[in-house]
């Protein structure tokens, strides 16, 4: 399995984002766009030197895109604008293990997409660990209402389908394009929506956030650049759902570092349930 040693790498600098996006937007809910704007930044800032140069390569020759790769393209990175936006907000409202929660999601569109456009086969062990994910969410469904925020679950789904959409569209543009190339576009364009959301924005404001969105941004640009390796190597339908199994990090972050112990039995249950369908999917 090629794909693994980029795929495990990603996991733990994505777990490194997430925890440090969520404790810093837990003190300061208002500024998750704020935030965004820092994060993007540093990660496009991060990631043009790479994409510079893959285009100068002799691979993957940006003349080689015809007139499908550039609507692969923009839908990628529009589908990235919508999951960073809510994704952002929804980490300012929600605890850490919730909002992991809602977008495991993700692993069943994941497995759809895989099969339908990718050709991608699932085999009755796949499916098993598919559906043990899925049955993950039932211990959660008991939280007290307080750790459900309505807008905040509703920000957590649309990031779902949003990052759904655009890892399959990067995972398509792999055709066409070197994994620096696609994730500078989602980054730039990202930026460009970021910059609209804090239009006329001061310097001073960002302050609070620039910090742990600087650190989170680099984190997440190296660590989706590993997913993006892991992608071209390998089957869409087993890396995502192996991706998310960082869901357990997630719950013991959020509990020992940032004091969410609320339900923590329930949490634990959850992602343990979580891993074991993870478990599944990659052997099947």
């Known amino acids: 399995m090629p794909y693994l040693i980029p795929l495990l790498v990603a ?12 404790a810093a937007l837990r003190r300061h809910s208002d500024r998750a766009d704020h935030f965004l704007l820092v994060y993007q930044l540093t ?23 015809d007139t499908q790769a550039l609507l692969i393209a923009l839908a990628a990175v529009t589908c990235w604008s919508v999951y960073s936006v809510s994704a952002f907000r929804s980490a300012a409202l929600l ?40 049955a993950a969410y039932i211990p959660l469904t008991r939280l007290p209402r307080e750790q459900l925020h309505r807008k905040g679950l509703a920000y957590a789904a649309l ?27 989602g980054f730039a364009g990202t930026t ?6 804090n239009r ?5 404001a960002l302050r609070p956030v620039l910090l742990p969105a600087a650190l989170a941004g680099t984190a997440g640009a190296a660590g989706y650049y590993g997913l993006l390796l ?20 997630y719950v013991l972050i959020g509990i020992v570092a940032l004091g969410e112990t609320t339900g923590w039995r329930r949490k634990i249950l959850s992602a343990a349930v979580s891993l074991l369908g993870t478990a599944l999917v990659l052997y099947g």
Not at 14 to 22: C, E, G, I, K, S
Not at 43 to 65: E, M, Q, R, W, Y
Not at 200 to 204: D, F, L, R, S, Y
Request: glycine fraction near 6%; aromatic fraction near 6%.
């Open 11 to 22: 996991v733990a600098l994505n777990t490194a984002d997430r925890a440090l996006t969520r």
């Open 230 to 249: 892991a992608l071209a190597k390998g089957p869409v339908g087993v890396i995502l759902p192996v991706y998310q199994s960082s869901a357990f990090l």
């Open 192 to 197: 460009l929506t970021s910059l609209v959301l």
């Open 200 to 204: 006329g924005i001061k310097a001073a």
């Open 43 to 65: 990660s496009t800032l991060l990631t043009a030197p790479f994409a510079l140069h893959a285009l100068l390569g002799p691979a993957h020759p940006i003349s080689s895109l």
């Open 95 to 134: 605890e850490l293990s919730v909002a992991a929660t809602i977008s495991r999601l993700r692993l069943v569109l994941a497995a759809f997409f895989g099969v339908v456009l990718f050709g991608e086969t699932i085999s009755p062990t796949h499916g098993v660990g598919l559906a043990v994910l899925l």
């Open 159 to 185: 990031s779902t389908l949003a990052i759904t959409l655009a890892l399959i569209s990067d995972k398509a543009l792999t055709t066409w394009l070197d994994p620096a190339v696609i994730l500078f576009l």
